[in-house]
């Protein structure tokens, strides 16, 4: 039932009369008012607002919440791509106030508290990358990236090396490297997977050559594959002056480990909220920092943070800097969030995080493995891909339908087309904080849907207020806003 607030705005749950607080009448007189603000700017009525009492106005807000899904609610197999567990505790030192309160525009002699950490923070991703300098400005992974190829290009244009145009990517790359190296001048030149779905040597080598400027590479890999043949990529890419960058979206499964570094990268970008948590549900905020060789530390984007004896201060004075990626200092909330991850765990911490996100991804594709089908031969790293499409040619079941189904039983679908090497690909990633019952519960309830009949699966899911949206409308039309329900006209009805 809908009640009017006012003849133009229909509320679903307003009551004409009923407040949650009564605001005092205004004891501005009209005409000073009207001298302070002409009066074609004064709104001649009241605004339409709902009319509603306290407890509906929480109880709205309350439901509305729990239609959402999050990852203290709901499984998650999309793992850290978007929703790892991200520690209460950390969320509660980021809201001290000496920090979450602080101005950006603080001069640096009243922020040393915070310089110190941001500092602190640049060495352990130094040391955690096997890559010396560090800049924390890039606010996302594919900024990061960006960033990094912003870096390269100053590089070569330095050493008058400007016929460097291409870059080359493989084919289970990230949507996002091509899209960077396009942004940053490159041409993108796709190498192809081997039928092992790591790098195929020979496509490299026969598109290697003077004019390549950076190998973009994710390791592990896209399909949760550790590229076994990394150093052979990395010296031939050296061995014609190219320079290796690496997606470091997947460190979650190498953390103390091996080091990028130690096995050729000379840049890499780290999801900071991904590998060290942070809250980065619904697109944001992210943090995506680039760890480079002390070659490239010159072009490294400006202010960097440097310690002057006991002091900290932003440094201005890199000439040869890409210059500013990010307004003031980048996300610095996620920043700090992934500081007190770091030191919560420490390196034999940290080395555990890895060891447990590979051994929750390797068991999950195992139970999986008993119903769906793995194109490629295992172990994994701290994800995997499965593919359906046995079942679209069997049962004309896609992946997507799987996906929408498995949230009527209370779980987050996992990413499904993607990479696109593989046909109905299902990502699945369970991170190191998943229980061994959580997985079996997941894997049972995937292999009990896919065998449930193509129309319910097809319909699915029936359990929500939200089914299957247009997304591509969706994306084009954003609706970002709630807009008020008009009432119908003689001429609407």
Known sequence: MKNTQSTDVIF?????????????????????????????????????????GEIDLIRHYNNLSTRNMSIDTNFYPLGSCTMKYNPKRHERLAALPGFAELHPLTHDDHSQGMLELLYEMQQFLAEISGLPAVSLQPAAGAQGELTALYVAAAYFRDKGETHRKKVLVPDSAHGTNPASAALAGFDTVTIKSGANGLVDLNDLKAKLGDDTAVFMITNPNTLGLFETQIKTITDLLHSKGALVYLDGANMNAILGITRPGDF????????????????????GPGSGPIAVRDFLAPYLPAPVIVKDGAKYKLNFDTPKTVGRV?????????????????????????????????????????RIGEGFEIPHAGPCMHEFVASGRSLLRERKVRAIDLCKRLLDFGFHAPTVYFPLVVPEALMMEPTETESKETLDAFADTLLRIKDEDPDVLRAAPHTHIVSRPDEVKAAKEPKLRWVPEKPATAATK
């Open 12 to 52: 679903e749950l307003s009551k004409p009369g009923r407040r949650c607080h009564r605001v005092p009448a205004s004891d501005v007189p009209a005409k000073p008012l009207e001298a302070l603000i002409p009066k074609k700017h004064l709104a001649a009525q009241p605004p339409a607002l709902p009319e509603v």
């Open 264 to 283: 050729g990268a000379d840049m890499q970008h780290y999801n900071v909220h991904k590998t060290f948590t942070g809250p980065h549900g619904g697109g």
């Open 326 to 366: 990010r307004s003031f200092f980048g996300n610095v909330g996620i920043l700090f969030r992934g500081y007190c991850y770091i030191r919560t765990l420490g390196p034999d911490g940290l080395k555990q995080v890895s060891e447990q996100a590979v051994l929750n991804a390797n068991y999950l594709r195992k």
